[in-house]
């Protein structure tokens, strides 16, 4: 068996000895390379980012900004990253790093690295535009659109990364004056190269073991036959329990890599994703396809955590705060799982509507010898779709409360209504007293007061640290009627 081994800034670099749980930050720092900072070793800061070099659909690369305090190192055997002394040095600065220093961008230093890492993830992206090279009278004003520099830097790139003393006006300067790669630049060169295969892994250390199955089959028989196993996809949600609650898990079986689990179809009646590609990819490739998870993408996590966080993991976990169940109810989805077949060569795969997945607090139909393969979207789509998250922040936290609408208005009457509901109950669920009291009905302010008053009594909200229970029902009573008013705006819009 060849040796478990990670190349770091362009050299090999074994896993002997290390941890089966251990994090890519651990393995970095314990290697010497401690320019990856830890701030919180729960994926909310970013001073840990390191480029990870992932697959394009064109069979080059691109390097993919990762948080490497939630990675299990272990998943990156035979993978390929880049962390900030792999950008550039103190007597040759990477660009990024130049211009950091130049708008001063960094001050006590901790957060740099991260957001170097970050930026340099934006800095490689093949589709940035500037967008002087445009037209600059159809396409967008370099002035007035907030999220975007004029050279065409998605300031949602660094959304995962937190300074505490610098201020964020010269770390965006910075990023907004950052050029092209020259065509020299070994990190650009690379991008043409295909990323590194999978790598099929079975380390044990001290007792405790970590593979990565060869094939589907594989991964399933192993469900089978170890009861102990667990699943890991992009670790978003396990990276923290490693890290913060001190879990391990004899086995852990990473499957996110499995091509199986990462395909993304477009049919006429279907839209199928696969439940281990990772949410920006899934945001990428559908493109605005599915208008309801565009608004929901933005909202969930951060860019750091989106390149690794699974619609696998989302439902994997049960929680009845996950950001996707609501919407996924409100679209009408289903999830498709996948368990060995008899005789064990093959894979069997049942449907079951998302709508009865959750049984009961982080707990579903899915059977401990099966994972999620995909989640299926039946097409047409409803006409009026909106996902509404309530958290403290607008941006990189978890739902006091999330709410999907889609409706399907037709001639000012309510034809078809499916609302999905995250926060308010033990498990996610569909509002259905209030779609009852909208389908059918003129789409109007009598109805949707009425229906509102409906929702605002769906679940059974309680109490915790991030809201209340009477907060929970006001904001599901705010969110129809907020949908109602934009809805009413719209078409001012249309007719005006
Ligand atoms: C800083 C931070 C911010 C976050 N913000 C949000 C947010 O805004 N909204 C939100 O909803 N979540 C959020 N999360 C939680 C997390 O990112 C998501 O739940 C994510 O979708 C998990 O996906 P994953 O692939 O990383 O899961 P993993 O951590 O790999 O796995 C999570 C669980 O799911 C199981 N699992 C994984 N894949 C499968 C599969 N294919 N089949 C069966 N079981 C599977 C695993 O066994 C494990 O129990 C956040 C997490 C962090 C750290
Ligand atoms: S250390 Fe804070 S995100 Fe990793
Ligand atoms: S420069 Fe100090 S945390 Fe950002």
């Known amino acids: 068996m060849p040796d478990i081994a990670v190349t770091v800034n362009g050299q090999q670099r074994p896993l002997v000895g290390t941890p089966a749980h251990a994090t890519a930050l651990d393995w970095l ?90 930026m340099a993830g934006e800095y490689y992206r093949a589709d940035r535009t500037p967008i002087e090279a445009t037209d600059a009278a159809d396409g967008p004003c370099p002035v007035h659109d907030p999220e975007h520099g004029p050279n065409g830097f998605d300031l949602h790139a660094l959304s995962g990364n937190l300074c505490r003393c610098t201020g964020y006006r010269p770390i965006r300067d910075a990023a907004y004056t950052l050029g092209s790669p020259e065509a020299d630049d070994p990190l650009q060169q690379r991008l043409a190269q295909p990323a590194p295969e999978p790598v099929a892994t079975d380390a044990e250390v001290d007792g405790a073991r970590f593979v990565r199955p060869a094939s589907l ?3 399933l028989r192993i469900l089978q036959e170890e009861k102990d196993a667990l699943l890991v996809a992009g670790s978003t ?40 590609l990772p949410l920006s990819e899934v945001e990428k490739r559908l493109d605005g396809r599915i208008p309801l998870l565009a608004q929901l993408f ?48 093959g894979v069997v795969l049942r449907e079951v509507d998302l709508a009865d997945y959750f049984t009961g607090y982080r707990q579903t139909v899915k059977r401990a010898d099966e994972l999620i393969r995909a989640i299926r979207i039946p097409l047409p789509l409803a006409t009026t779709t909106a996902f509404h998250k309530i958290a403290k922040r607008r941006f990189d936290d978890i739902s006091s409360v999330a709410v999907a609408f889609a409706l399907d208005i037709d001639g000012g009457i309510v034809t078809g209504a499916t609302i999905g509901l ?54 599901l009573n705010t969110a129809l009627l907020k949908l109602y008013s934009a809805t009413v705006i719209e078409s001012k819009e249309v007719s005006a």
């Open 422 to 475: 995250g926060g308010v109950a033990a498990t996610p669920l569909r509002a259905r007293a209030t779609e009852d009291a909208l389908i059918g009905k003129p789409w109007n302010i009598v109805t949707v007061k009425a229906a509102a008053e409906i929702l605002r009594g769906e679940g059974t909200p309680m109490s915790d640290h991030r809201a209340s229970s009477e907060y929970r029902s006001l904001m």
């Open 237 to 276: 949600d396990w990276g923290v329990e490693v890290n913060i609650r001190g879990r391990r898990a004899p086995l852990v079986v990473a499957i996110e890599q499995l091509p199986e689990l990462r395909t993304l179809t477009i049919e006429d009646a279907v839209v199928e994703i696969g439940a281990a």
């Open 29 to 118: 720092r314990d290697s010497g390379l401690s320019g990856s900072k830890e701030g919180c070793a729960e994926g909310e800061c970013g001073a840990c980012a390191m480029l990870l070099a992932t697959p394009t659909a064109d069979g080059g690369t691109a390097w993919t900004p990762v948080n490497a305090c939630l990675v299990p190192v272990y998943a990156l055997d035979g993978q390929e990253v880049v962390t900030a002394e792999g950008l550039g040095s103190p007597e040759d600065l990477h660009p990024v790093q130049e211009k950091l220093a130049e708008a001063g961008g960094s001050q006590c230093g901790y957060c740099t690295p991260g957001f170097a890492c970050s």
């Open 298 to 345: 933005p909202q969930f996590a951060s860019r750091l955590i989106r390149n690794r966080g699974t619609f696998g993991g989302n439902l994997g976990t049960g929680s009845p705060i996950g950001d996707t169940p609501p919407a996924l109810l409100a679209l009408r989805a289903s999830v498709v799982l996948a368990s060995l077949a008899e005789g064990g060569s």
């Open 217 to 219: 089959v594989e991964a």
